[in-house]
């Protein structure tokens, strides 16, 4: 029994015992992408998790607007496309039946210079007429790539204006009726599915981490170190900085003693 005692008293002599402060896995600042006034704040969520919704709303109205005039003018684009391929096509029949009716006839004696002129014009004009409509569906193609660059955009911008979230919500910065720029915190919220904690090592800890063995409030668990540094810390600067992530509490800021031995 002397023994085990004196094993279990060196064991703790040569534990290196950290208290280490829980924090959320990640927060995040939500800011404003463009500016614009706040037309809604729901800041009843404050200190609640929430799935994909929107807590502040910004001005959208004429970007919607915008957005609406731009599809209406894609859609009469497209059926103007699809008129024009059908013209082409129509064109491309054309073009090689005034082919067909001129080279039937070009070496042909029996047939006047007169007539032979007149199928080659008819010819001709037909696939100036052909190479006129690919050249207006060539820039209605631009047009339309442009219109949907545009709508993208907007969608984009509308999206932003409208910023769904994910997360716990800490704190709602804005209230409705307020004017924000780009850059505005709007809302902060934390991943809270882990804990992340912070701690300092010293040299001879970061040596023995290969082979030592971890104890949070005294229940021994895997290494929970995520990530070390391997230069010193520039505050603390003997030690190096490492970072634990762990199950998430049910209240964060949760003080635990993890010990290295």
């Known amino acids: 029994m002397r023994r085990v005692w004196t094993l279990l008293i060196a ?10 402060k829980l924090e959320p896995y990640e927060i995040y600042h939500l800011k404003a992408a463009v500016a614009a006034q706040v037309l809604a704040a729901n800041d009843s969520v404050e200190g609640k998790y929430i799935r994909n919704s929107v807590v502040v ?8 607007s915008s957005l609406q005039q731009l599809m209406k003018k894609q859609k009469a684009l497209k059926q103007l496309i699809a008129i024009t391929k059908s013209s082409i096509s129509d064109q491309q029949r054309l073009v090689a039946v005034k082919k067909r009716d001129y080279e039937s006839i070009k ?4 047939k006047s210079v007169f007539e032979k002129n007149a199928r080659l014009a008819a010819y001709l004009s037909a696939r100036s007429a052909l190479l006129a409509q690919k050249e207006k569906l060539q820039n209605l193609l631009i047009q339309s790539a442009d219109i949907e660059d545009a709508i993208t955009k907007l969608k984009d911008r509308i999206a932003k204006e409208n910023p769904r979230i994910n997360g716990y919500v800490l704190r709602v910065h804005v209230r409705r009726g307020d004017f924000v720029s780009p850059g505005a915190p709007l809302v902060d919220f934390a991943d809270i599915s882990k804990a992340r904690g912070v701690l300092y090592l010293s040299r001879e800890e970061v040596a023995k981490l290969p082979h030592a063995r971890f104890f949070i409030d ?3 668990v895997p290494n929970p170190i995520v990530k070390l540094l391997r230069t010193t810390d520039e505050n603390y600067i003997s030690q190096y900085r490492a970072e634990i992530v762990v199950d998430a509490p049910k209240l964060f800021g949760k003080i635990i003693k993890l010990e290295i031995r």
């Open 107 to 110: 070496d042909l004696r029996s």
């Open 57 to 64: 709303r910004l001005d959208d109205r004429v970007d919607r």
């Open 218 to 220: 005294g229940k021994e």
């Open 11 to 20: 064991s703790l002599l040569y534990a290196d015992v950290h208290s280490v």
